[in-house]
């Protein structure tokens, strides 16, 4: 028997006569790091997702190693993110300048920093590996296999989904994304699904096993992003941000991209302007994002659309910078946050919106009609039409009162502690499942 098949099956004994309570996970997120800024770039929603349920696994006794592609020369190799959340950098292709897109060139560079890690330790130190995107997936499928740990993964977004909804102009995702996806499916031993209807697209699309589905939502820090001070006659953060007492504040967060759909919002404030042309003089679009996927191609067409609609006095381009206190403010001084995306497999700033208070309005799709509770917390909107999204808006603006008090209802049902113990059972249901497999011929 080889030395690497020997160290295989002890770590699967090991596993076979101890605890399924993991003690250490690898969390797999390599072509985003949860150092990053969300909002720019590739981070986002899953920066947010890996950084709040890996801290909540560590309060709960999982010792949590996060590796991801080192982007810059000076990063350290390994950093401390909270206790029990260490960040890795492994070195794959050029330090700057490399997009996702880039990163399937990279993906041996990038197994071969996972597998290294885990060499320098007795065999069976990782008891699950958590991938994070089909790019960690792919390298997840063979560290899994090469540890005797079972896969867990997370897709964030499906290709098919994304092709099955593009936005006029964006490009369709690739094959080879499409194919990636459909072996780290038929690879993974439990798929994260975060709402009902990705399980189902899971299922219908990808052929995944039923009973090797869990639906597992994503969370918001309810102690952060909560309800502010603001009265009838002053909001504290309207203040700190230089936004006008006696504003319409409509907000969009999130990175400037086809996909994301902004520009709905700038159309829908214009047909606002149309039909009520009082509103020109308290109307603000705040635009709090950067530029990233296909929207790198055109960086200034949202700014360039706004001269064309003739309302760029009115819009405000925020970057995402100033951590979240400020990103919490932008959602206490707004009176509504807009969410056009054409797909978003849940919408993380929807469901912050709401747990600060403000209604969100957003499109009819994906894991937004799990977000967002139509006609209680927000309202959904069956399209991307000008008119029906100023429809929606006004509507929504008059209604908004109500719809506050269902939008703090609604999001205190989620919380990343229920998410990170939905994660947890996950972990020992695959942990045991593994332990009850007969261990292979040769080991």
């Not at 009265?231 to 319409?248: F, K, Q, Y």
């Not at 946050?337 to 799709?365: I, K, M, R, W, Y």
Request: hydrophobic content about 45%.
């Amino acid at each position: 028997m080889s030395a690497s098949a020997s160290a295989i099956g002890a770590a699967s004994v090991s596993r076979s006569v101890t605890s399924v309570h993991p003690r250490r996970v690898a969390v797999l997120s390599v072509h985003t790091s949860p150092l990053e800024q969300p909002g720019t770039g590739d981070a986002g929603g899953l920066n947010v997702y890996v950084v709040e349920t890996s801290k909540r696994l560590a309060d709960l006794g999982v010792e949590v190693e996060v590796f991801t592609r080192a982007t810059r020369s000076d990063l350290p190799a390994v950093v401390e993110l909270v206790p029990g959340v260490t960040v890795r950098h492994l070195t794959a292709g050029p330090f700057e300048g490399l997009s996702k897109d880039d990163l399937p060139a990279q993906l041996c560079a990038l197994t071969s920093g996972v597998l290294r890690a885990e060499a320098a330790h007795e065999p069976g130190w990782y008891d699950v590996v958590h991938s994070h995107y089909w790019l960690s997936g792919q390298v997840g499928w063979l560290a899994a296999e090469r540890w005797g740990a079972p896969l867990v993964h997370t897709a964030h977004t499906l290709a098919k989904v994304k092709n099955l909804a593009l936005a006029d102009g964006d490009a369709p995702e690739p094959l080879r994304r499409v194919v990636g996806e459909q072996q780290v499916v038929a690879a993974a031993d439990r798929l994260i699904a975060n709402t009902a209807d990705e399980a189902r697209e899971l299922v219908d699309l990808y052929g995944a096993e039923a009973d090797r589905v869990v639906t597992v939502a994503p969370g918001v820090d309810l102690e952060h992003f909560r309800p502010g001070e603001a009265t009838n006659t002053s909001n504290p953060a309207r203040e700190r941000l230089g936004i006008p007492a006696d504003a319409v504040l409509l907000l969009f967060v999130g990175r400037i991209q086809p996909l994301k759909a902004p520009d709905v919002l700038l159309h829908a404030a214009a047909e606002m302007l149309r039909r009520d042309r009082s509103l020109r003089s308290r109307l603000v679009v705040a635009v709090v994002g950067g530029p990233s996927g296909t929207g790198l191609l055109e960086p200034t067409a949202l700014q360039d659309l706004a001269h064309e609609l003739g309302i760029a006095d009115l819009v405000r381009f925020e970057t995402p910078q100033g951590g979240r206190d400020r990103l919490r403010d932008w959602y206490l001084a707004a009176d509504l946050v807009a969410v056009p995306s054409h797909n978003e497999s849940f919408g993380l700033v929807a469901l912050e919106a709401q747990a600060c208070g403000t209604p969100v309005v957003a499109t009819d799709v994906g894991g937004l009609r799990t977000t967002v509770r139509d006609g209680v917390s927000g309202l959904l909107v069956p399209g991307h039409g000008a008119g029906q999204w100023a429809a929606a808006l006004t509507r929504a603006l008059d209604e908004r009162a109500r719809l506050s008090r269902g939008a703090v209802e609604h999001a205190a049902g989620f919380s990343w502690g229920t998410t990170a113990s939905g994660l947890l059972t996950t972990y020992r249901d695959a942990l045991a499942e593994r332990a009850r497999l007969p261990l292979a011929v040769g080991q």
